[in-house]
């Protein structure tokens, strides 16, 4: 067999590879990207809909974003560095046994429970390194830029609920893992696999109709024009609709999106109110309120939520949101069709499921590995470390490349879903919701070629047009 890497060499690969990841990804593109940003000409193919003030307020926008996302980059290198050099992992796994011995546990014994102990104490500390990012993210950046529709309120009770179901779905699935890793002899990789399989489909069963929920209102799609339109067109595709959501998305923020999903023929569509224009939302926000008016408080009362109204007339950087007509819609969601048309979410599911299979293979050949744990400051070798550094250290080369590989694959999955679209009679209606949700998100329709390549999931606005248009021609 193989001779395990010298010691030295783990550590120091993995400091390596972090800081060369930062300085190319995280510095050199972005600079990149910066630099399009403030040299970008308007492209003329857009002069018709968008006009040069809202092409520089999108200029604005996009590099406030860069600058911002330059400095929590930064921020989260210098972060990983301090909890490499400074022996963060072993301190935090030693304070993790104290506090289980204090609680009256036997860290010898009791390996799961201080791993959980670990995992609470860590995403504790992480939700509070990263509670600065957050507030500016949301009060400052988006704010100023008129996205914002949080009061302090509301974005505190959302944190707390996102950070406790962290630390419940995370903690199964730690102990479940753990568990096998004890249980399954030389083939636990297998069961492990196994395991995160069915926990995955689970998740994805149950979080559309348990967890989504508690943080934002789905409502069914009120019967008239739209609601016709997108049933017919599911009829037409044999789309198997089940059900039809429109979702308070405005309540948090201003950008707007559309999705489905559901497995086999219980597909689910979900529609965000910032989608519709402004006219089309009055009358649901009117059916929305005279519903709730029947023994529920109403939308805009919601505790934390911003007055809708008063919003709209505040004057400052709110920006009237164009939406999109019926026939628009109609055409963002027979693109959502293509991805269903295509399997686009089967596959990415399958490709999922081969990576975390070969992420447990791989750490079933290294969790016995002494230098594994040495290297980075342990004694011992406890297996949830062991998981920890392989998965975020020793593979994370592996997986950038692979996230770049997937990129290019999201990306050629967009093209055939406005392909589908486009097939099916809503080339030009989807070139106009395209304009339309780039100017309501203020996106910047010009990108670095290299950092979009590396970055962007989805094509530019310009490449979609531009394959758009051939089928309108």
Avoid at 398 to 427: K, N, P
Wanted: aromatic share 12%; glycine share 6%; with cysteine.
């Amino acid at each position: 067999s193989p001779e395990p890497p010298p010691p030295a060499m783990i550590f120091a690969a993995t400091l390596v590879f972090q800081t060369a990841r930062y300085l190319f990804e995280d510095i050199y593109l972005s600079v990149r990207q910066l630099r399009c940003f403030r040299t970008a000409q308007q492209p003329a193919v857009l002069e018709s809909t968008q006009t040069a003030e809202e092409f520089d307020k999108a200029r604005r926008y996009q590099i406030d974003r860069a600058n911002f996302g330059l400095w929590t980059d930064t921020y989260g290198w210098l972060e990983t560095m301090a909890m490499l050099c400074l022996g963060w992992l072993p301190f935090l796994w030693n304070v993790s046994g104290n506090v289980l011995e204090w609680a009256g546990g036997q860290p010898s014994t009791n390996s799961i429970l201080q791993a959980l102990v670990f995992l609470l104490l860590s995403t504790l500390v992480e939700a509070v390194l990263h509670l600065p990012i957050a507030l500016y993210s949301t009060f400052v950046l988006e704010e100023r830029h008129g996205f914002n529709e949080q009061t302090l309120g509301f974005f505190a009770k959302d944190q707390i609920k996102k950070l406790l179901l962290n630390i419940v779905i995370s903690s199964v699935l730690v102990a479940a893992l753990l568990y096998i890793v004890d249980w399954g002899g030389p083939q636990f990789y297998l069961y492990a696999w196994l395991f995160v399989l069915v926990f995955s489909v689970a998740m994805m069963t149950i979080y559309p109709d348990y967890i989504a929920p508690l943080f934002d209102t789905f409502s069914e799609l009120p019967g008239g024009e739209l609601r016709d339109a997108i049933e017919a067109l599911a009829t037409r595709l044999n789309f198997p609709l089940k059900k039809l959501f429109i979702v308070d998305g405005s309540k948090r923020s201003s950008h707007s999106n559309a999705y489905f999903f559901g497995f086999h023929k219980n597909k689910r569509i979900v529609l965000f109110d910032t989608l519709l224009t402004p006219e089309q939302n009055a009358v649901f926000k009117q059916l929305q309120t005279d519903k709730d008016n029947e023994g529920k408080e109403t939308a805009e009362g919601e505790p934390g939520a911003k007055p809708a109204e008063k919003e709209r007339d505040e004057p400052g950087n709110k920006k009237k949101r164009l939406g999109c007509t019926t026939p628009e819609i109609e055409a963002v969601v027979a693109h959502e069709m293509g991805h269903w048309w295509h399997n686009h979410v089967l596959r990415m599911l399958v490709v999922g499921q081969v990576q975390i299979f070969l992420i447990f293979y791989v750490f079933a050949q290294l969790v016995h590995n002494k230098n594994l744990y040495t290297e980075f400051g342990f004694e011992t070798q406890p297996v949830f470390i062991g998981m920890l550094i392989v998965t975020s250290f020793i593979l994370a080369p592996v997986h950038t490349i692979t996230g770049f590989l997937l990129t290019q694959v999201v990306r050629w999955h967009e093209f055939q879903a406005d392909r589908f679209a486009a097939q099916h009679g809503y080339a030009a209606a989807l070139c106009q919701a395209l304009h339309k949700l780039n100017a309501d998100n203020l996106g910047f329709p010009v990108s670095d070629w290299l950092y979009a390549a590396v970055h962007h999931s989805h094509p530019t606005l310009l490449e979609r047009l531009h394959a758009l248009q051939k089928k309108v021609e």
